[in-house]
């Protein structure tokens, strides 16, 4: 065994701030508080319901991951956050039309009383929303300055010490890194001259972690992943994970896309349709915000498949995503997805994948978890990007030097890995040769 971690315990309440309190925000917050009451089970939370085996297969040792980790308990969270609409989170929730109204019904009390507070919003940034409860600002430095008196009032009102940050707002038209990201100098000079390149998402990301919050990024928008808010993350020593909550069909692919590596067997093409009637639906109607999420759908594959190194099998593959919005489906998204593969000397056979899928349901205890992990590892001292989290992730973070890791086995392997070195326990390699000398 190695030496544990010291990890200051997780007493008090913590805070969970969600810049955008939507389908998602409003699902994981009901959801919380209908756990807390015992109407209903944590299902999708590996925090909540997922083992870790220690040691040797042998000693029979698979304690529930918060029994085996310092994590705060689920009935010790208070939530927050900014919209750009004035609803609370009962009527947003009723808006969303993902939980049943027995559902909400037994938590109506609770939500009341979680009230956004204005938004940062830029509608450059998000083209098809009309905002009605927004910050006025003159600068981008002045609404950060708002974005952390909030957290501190916030913090004050509910007697914490502890907050973290998880993004769950509409995503923002597509950017790629410009010279006001590249140095945190540079950012802070953005800041104050009102650079078009600082985004809402960026503001509330720079505001956390000058506020000693930690910060995960559910959209795929551009916002901690710059390299001045990676810089920034290291020299506070704060914790950040991201991007694009990986749910439907990318989380299919991150399954799928393994075995047919594993088993050499070829692609020719993946088409990927997705229907999906929410609000981030009809935001995704633009064509700027569609990029962002296009991209980050993209990228999957060709991390997986290497083709690089398997140009035989995967160099020239027709990787296709079409995204629509289509209002009658609401929060329930349908993705399609034809396989077009070949096998032993290059016959061809095909996958079908149709995924019913409730968008909010999947990506609501992925909230929960990187609430608790991020608030781990700060307690841990585990400042800068948190790699092993890439498992909750379509876009996830790495060191610039690193490829990202999208192989959804070798993200959890990566994960229950951190969990066991953290607290003093082996590494798993799964070897299994001991058992048999």
Not at 65 to 80: A, M, R, T
Request: with cysteine.
């Amino acid at each position: 065994m190695g030496e544990a971690r010291e990890i200051k315990a997780p007493g008090g309440g913590l805070g969970v701030l969600m810049p955008g309190m939507g389908a998602v925000a409003t699902t994981f917050m009901a959801g919380v508080e209908l756990v807390k009451k015992g109407i209903a089970e944590p299902v999708g939370s590996l925090t909540q319901l997922g083992t870790v085996r220690l040691g040797k297969r042998t000693e029979d040792r698979s304690p529930k991951i918060k029994e085996f980790v310092p994590l705060q308990s689920v009935g010790d969270l208070v939530f927050g956050g900014w919209d750009a609409f004035p609803d609370d989170a009962y009527e947003a929730a009723v808006a969303a039309g993902v939980l049943e109204k027995d559902h909400l019904s037994a938590v109506r009390d609770e939500l009341r009383e979680i009230r956004p507070m204005p938004a940062v919003f830029d509608p450059r940034y998000v083209h098809r929303l009309s905002a009605t409860h927004v910050r006025e600002y003159g600068s981008p430095r002045e609404a950060v300055e708002m974005v952390r008196e909030d957290i501190r009032v916030f913090k004050r009102d509910h007697g914490l010490d502890r907050v973290v940050m998880i993004n769950c707002a509409s995503t923002e038209a597509y950017a790629q890194p410009r010279e006001a990201h590249f140095t945190l100098e540079n950012f802070e000079r953005a800041l104050d001259r009102s650079d078009p390149a600082v985004s809402p998402a960026m503001i509330y990301a720079y505001a956390a972690l000058m506020e000693d919050v930690p910060y995960a990024n559910g959209a795929p928008s551009l916002a901690v992943d710059i390299p001045a808010l990676t810089q920034l993350a290291d020299e506070r020593g704060m914790p950040i994970a991201g991007k694009d909550f990986k749910t439907g069909q990318t989380w299919m692919k991150t399954i799928i896309a393994p075995g047919l590596k594993a088993r050499m067997l070829g692609l020719e093409g993946w088409f990927s349709a997705n229907i999906l009637g929410n609000r981030d639906g009809e935001v995704l109607e633009d064509p700027e915000s569609l990029k962002s999420k296009e991209v980050s759908k993209l990228s999957v594959l060709e991390h997986i498949l290497q083709p690089k190194l398997y140009p035989e099998l995967y160099e020239d593959i027709s990787h296709v995503v079409k995204i629509n919005y289509y209002p009658p489906r609401g929060d329930a998204k349908e993705g399609w997805d034809n396989i077009d593969i070949y096998g032993w000397l290059g016959y061809p056979m095909q996958i079908k994948v149709n995924f019913l899928a409730r968008d909010s349901i999947l990506a609501a205890p992925m909230v929960l978890d990187l609430a608790l992990f991020l608030d781990l590892a700060q307690r841990a001292d585990m400042g800068g990007i948190q790699e092993w989290l890439s498992f909750y992730f379509k876009s996830p973070m790495a060191l610039p030097d690193l490829y990202p890791e999208h192989d959804l086995f070798i993200q959890q392997m990566k994960l229950k890995n951190t969990l066991r070195t953290i607290m003093g326990e082996e590494v798993i390699h799964h070897t299994g040769l001991d058992y048999y000398e």
